[in-house]
């Protein structure tokens, strides 16, 4: 983008935040559900600064702009916020955050406006912990974009769809009773949803207002004898909203959320989960109302995933691991062609093969194909203004990190492997191998039932640490039943917090990701999905119960990557019985080539 338009877009906030007599701004990447991906309309901060990364903070008064954001975009941001006049902020361990920064900057007396439609009721609550000790006041009742950003895209309009019937074991109606048993144990009168993937879940419905995750802009309020969705009525045919009525649902619209907030009284008590719903939905409801701040029952309910959930997401990742088998094949052959190919030729050929299997209906994320110190980028994008060809130089050679995914009405699928291309190095091997093992120690990890999920991120990192290696990312997140490929409560980072509710429990899909990125250099990233079983046969019970993981991606892990004397014999053996499985789910699905391919991919070392 024209460094220029940035430049103007800040001065034009600027001036806006002078007429409205504020100090500063805080501009979040965030809707007023708390999503990870946003309708253009919301995407706020990437208009104002240009970079594109899904997660960051601006912050701009008179004379300062800065970004915030984690160690996975330093790079990326440094370069898209060049020349524009915004400061890259760097959160890490240690370092001032955006409400730290504006603590310790202003002045007794100055304000600080954030739209109150973006900012959760956590969120509100750090920063006036942190601004009533300096007197700084919070202004949370106006969008200040209003005045600057004239060409704002309108609201997304896709029509809802039923999630297929074949693919569901709990109907609408059952989640809704579920819920409310949720409720009556947390004592509470109502319940508001706003996260849009639990209202997916709960409503048995999908739509297509966000990038990626098969999610309907909309909330929902609950109580003992009626469930409101709060939603634009163009996306309700007439058949859904038949269907809705008969799971228990009435229909209101969108933006009637917060009067019908405003009719609760103090004798209600209203359940809400306070990272997840927006202060400004709450901005007509009574002072003297009562919260319950908790994760919704919803958030729990829809981590564990019945039996047939899992037999149906292991038939998509069959179905996306022969998507997978077709890509690999004709990657190489135009490869050993000749075919001078770049980033985003593997993107277009990742949507092509997959498309054509059942039940497609989008990707699950952007793919990130990163070669060389691309790779390194843990969230890079490749797009039609910056991209690489995956070019060797005779006698060289190097790696393509390929992290992609899709949904299927069956099932989410996320996966990573690493290509090489050209002559691979010994410290390439080293450094794959040493991921490898990583992965393969948390893949055959034990662990306690309902043990918080951050706490077994040291059994994956302990190889990489062994070896003075580290990465920045967390090792695992936890995958939607088609939805969100980002789900929660359980997450498996060390730094994360650990609280009753990430719990390890059967039926969890979560991702094991362990990488390792060497700036300008290269990345590594090998990525399975696993599901938590409990373990079969135990041989001790006295000490409680324990799981295991079941790995459930079936594609081949580039066995000519690994330096073998680095394996012992368990890590082979977990190795070659992981690909002994790809082989065997895999081999009755394509033919020709692929299943040459197939064959020498997975062949024993």
Not at 31 to 55: I, N
Not at 388 to 400: P, T
Not at 416 to 443: M, N, P, S, Y
């Amino acid at each position: 983008m024209n460094k220029q338009i940035i430049h103007d877009r800040i001065d034009n906030l600027r001036k806006a935040l002078v007429e409205q007599d504020l100090t500063a701004i805080i501009v979040p990447s965030a809707d007023p559900h708390l999503s990870e991906y946003l309708p253009e309309y919301w995407q706020a901060r990437q208009w104002l600064s240009g970079f594109t990364g899904s997660v960051g903070t601006l912050v701009v008064t008179a004379d300062f702009a800065g970004l915030w954001t984690d160690s996975r975009y330093w790079v990326h941001a440094a370069e898209q916020l060049e020349g524009t006049g915004i400061t890259l902020e760097k959160l890490a361990p240690g370092q001032p955050n955006h409400i730290d920064w504006l603590a310790d900057h202003l002045q007794e007396g100055d304000s600080v406006a954030v739209d109150g439609n973006v900012l959760s009721i956590a969120e509100q609550d750090r920063l006036l912990n942190a601004f009533d000790a300096n007197d700084i006041t919070l202004i949370t009742e106006r969008d200040v974009l209003t005045d600057v950003w004239m060409d704002r895209p309108a609201l997304p309009a896709a029509k809802l769809y039923v999630h297929d019937e074949q693919f569901l074991a709990q109907s609408a109606n059952s989640k809704l009773a579920a819920v409310r048993e949720g409720m009556a144990a947390a004592g509470a009168t109502h319940h508001l949803l706003s996260s849009l993937d639990d209202i997916a879940w709960l409503t048995n419905l999908r739509g297509a207002d966000v990038d990626y995750n098969p999610v309907f802009l909309s909330h929902i309020l609950i109580d003992a004898e009626k469930a409101t969705l709060f939603i634009d009525s163009d996306k309700v045919s007439e058949e859904i909203a038949s269907s809705l009525k008969d799971s228990g649902f009435s229909v209101a619209d969108y933006s009637a959320v917060q009067d019908a907030l405003s009719a609760l009284t103090p004798n209600d008590l209203l359940l809400l989960d306070p990272s997840k719903v927006a202060v400004g939905t709450l901005s007509k409801m009574a002072d003297d109302v009562g919260f319950i701040e908790q994760m919704a029952p919803s958030t729990l309910l829809k981590s564990v995933k019945a039996d047939s959930d899992i037999e149906h997401v292991r038939e998509a990742m069959r179905q996306d691991g022969a998507a997978l088998a077709e890509f690999f094949t004709t990657f190489e052959q135009r490869l050993a062609a000749g075919e001078r190919l770049n980033e985003l030729d593997v993107d277009s050929m990742l949507i092509e093969v997959r498309s054509r299997q059942p039940h497609y209906v989008s990707p699950s994320f952007p793919t990130i194909a990163g070669f060389n110190e691309n790779g390194a980028l843990p969230h890079y994008r490749a797009t039609p203004e910056k991209f690489s060809y995956l070019d060797v130089a005779e006698g060289e050679g190097g790696l393509l990190l390929i992290d992609s995914g899709a949904q299927y009405q069956n099932g989410t699928t996320d996966i990573t492997r690493v290509v090489g291309i050209g002559q691979i190095t010994a410290e390439h091997k080293r450094d794959f191998t040493i991921v490898l093992k990583a992965h393969i120690a948390l893949a055959r990890a034990h662990f306690p039932d309902g043990i918080a999920s951050p706490l077994i991120d040291a059994i994956c990192r302990a190889p990489l640490w062994q070896a003075q290696m580290d990465y920045g990312h967390g090792t695992g997140h936890g995958v939607g039943y088609f939805l969100n490929v980002h789900e929660g409560p359980q997450v498996i980072a060390y730094s994360a917090s650990t609280p009753k509710e990430r719990a390890m429990k059967v039926g969890m899909i979560s991702s094991n990701e362990p990488g390792l990125y060497r700036e300008g250099k290269w990345g590594i990233r090998i990525e399975n999905l696993v599901v938590n079983t409990a373990v079969a046969n135990p041989t001790e019970t006295e000490f409680g119960n324990f799981l295991n993981f079941e790995t459930i991606t079936y594609c081949p892990i580039d066995t000519r990557l690994i330096e073998p004397s680095l394996l012992d014999q368990t890590e082979r053996d977990w190795l070659n019985d992981y690909h002994s499985q790809v082989y065997a789910e895999l081999k009755d699905r394509i033919e020709g080539a692929a299943l040459e391919w197939l064959t020498e991919r997975t062949k024993a070392i």
